[in-house]
């Protein structure tokens, strides 16, 4: 049940930033141009004849503000050329606190994770029930107030445990 949970939150949450499948990407949220970075997400791996290939991945990066409360994102999608599948990746830190991470796989066999970090330096964890209904309820909330993500550009505090998601 947990696992079944972990996926409806996480693609829940990533929606309400906009990181969603086509035909919506690119027109939702932080996924639309204006909170695009010129930096790109570098991978190298080895394909099915295994060759070692390189590919760039967008990244996004946009905060949203309460009051003095700051929530600052990165994310990107590993899609395939194809477009059949996507795996958005988002980090995100409040206040300079925890920061939380976000895995969602968008394909036949959908995954999911949802990870904190008590900070942009420690290891990864993963999120109780309690901190990922938590952070769904906030962004339910900042959503039915209108409040709007706006794009950043100081993302080099989360890209370290950004790419820790990716590679997981």
């Excluded at 990864?124 to 339910?140: H, S």
């Amino acid at each position: 049940m947990d696992d079944i949970l972990t996926r409806e939150l996480a693609r829940y949450v990533l929606g309400k930033m906009g990181l969603v499948p086509p035909p919506n990407l690119g027109k939702l949220g932080m996924s639309t141009g204006d909170f695009l970075l010129e930096k790109k997400l570098e991978i190298e791996y080895y394909d099915a004849d295994n060759q070692k290939r390189k590919s760039a991945f967008p990244l996004w990066c946009g905060e949203t503000r309460v009051g003095q409360s700051r929530m600052l994102t990165v994310a990107t999608d590993l899609f395939t050329t194809d477009q059949e599948y996507h795996e958005f990746c988002s980090v995100f830190i409040v206040d300079n606190l925890a920061v939380h991470g976000i895995k969602h796989i968008f394909s036949e066999h959908e995954e999911a994770l949802f990870l904190i970090a008590s900070d942009p330096k420690a290891d990864w964890k993963p999120n109780g029930l309690y901190g990922k209904l938590m952070i769904t309820a906030a962004l339910e909330k900042m959503a039915d107030l209108g409040i709007p993500w706006r794009p950043a550009k100081d993302y080099e505090v989360l890209f370290s445990k950004l790419v820790e998601l990716v590679e997981m």
